[in-house]
């Protein structure tokens, strides 16, 4: 792709997630801290309009400037998704949902620059707004190692897999059975018995974490998304049918079947009509 894509989406996306002490956002960039071979650093992504992805990386190890570039990069041909979307939106007559793709070219989600953390953010977040949500994760965060020293308020990583396994049920407030699915699941993924990288094959993921006690398809198909699925549509997501609604889709699975194999292009109109 020779498009150059705009970050902006990507960082409205990030802020309002953002865990204290371990990641900041703002319309100059995203900074985190991550965990690599060579210890707990601090890396960014800094808006460059003359880069393809929008972005420059930098800090941190190779390892870290590559976690980076993940949250980034464009895993799917947006131009290619948008042709279609707009051509499923004449086959079904839906002038909102044409005019959402002119709106907002080139919409792609977010990747992650952790994918086993991704695990644990998105149990955390089932069936819960946002804000709830980053709450909890503020919670977890205290399992995490701190920083020799504290990088401009980043302060500590996010916790290994082993500290959420530990202490997930200790921190977290609410159900205890979702705290238990996270300390589950922070179990598999140490052990190797679920595996959620990227390059993995997705469909065989998916169905090692819905294996797991207290998950759902909502958050198998989530992980997926945010690992570079182009074909995730999450039915069940109240967010997906609100902003489907307000771009006049009526039977949202029929109008999905068209959009295939972009159907997470499709959600991501139908999260933004929604917000």
Sequence with gaps: ?????????????????????IEHVDEAGYRRTLRTPSGAVVASA??????????????????????????????VDAEEADA???WVARRHDLPLLAASVRAAPLLRAAG???PHEMVVRAIVGQQISVAAATGQLRLLAALGDPLPEP???LDRAFPTDAQIAAGATAVLRGPAAKAEAVARAAAALADGSVVVERGVDLERM????LALKGVGPWTAGYVSLRLGDPDVLLLG???VRAGARRLGVGDL???????????????????RAAS
Excluded: K
């Excluded at 998916?206 to 974490?209: D, F, G, P, Y």
């Excluded at 029929?254 to 997470?264: E, I, K, L, M």
């Design 151 to 153: 990088v401009d308020g």
């Design 46 to 75: 800094t808006v460059e309009p003359a880069s393809a992805t929008g972005v420059v990386v930098g800090g941190g190890d190779e390892a870290a400037r590559d976690a980076m570039a993940a949250v980034f990069a464009p895993t």
């Design 84 to 86: 279609l979307l707009a």
């Design 253 to 271: 699975a029929a109008v999905a079947a068209d959009a295939a194999p972009w159907r997470s292009h499709l959600m991501l109109h139908c999260w």
């Design 1 to 21: 792709m020779t498009t150059r894509l705009d970050p902006a989406p990507i960082l409205a996306w990030l802020a309002p997630r953002a865990i204290a002490g």
């Design 112 to 114: 992650c620059a952790d």
């Design 237 to 239: 997501d109240s967010a």
């Design 206 to 209: 998916r169905a090692q974490l």
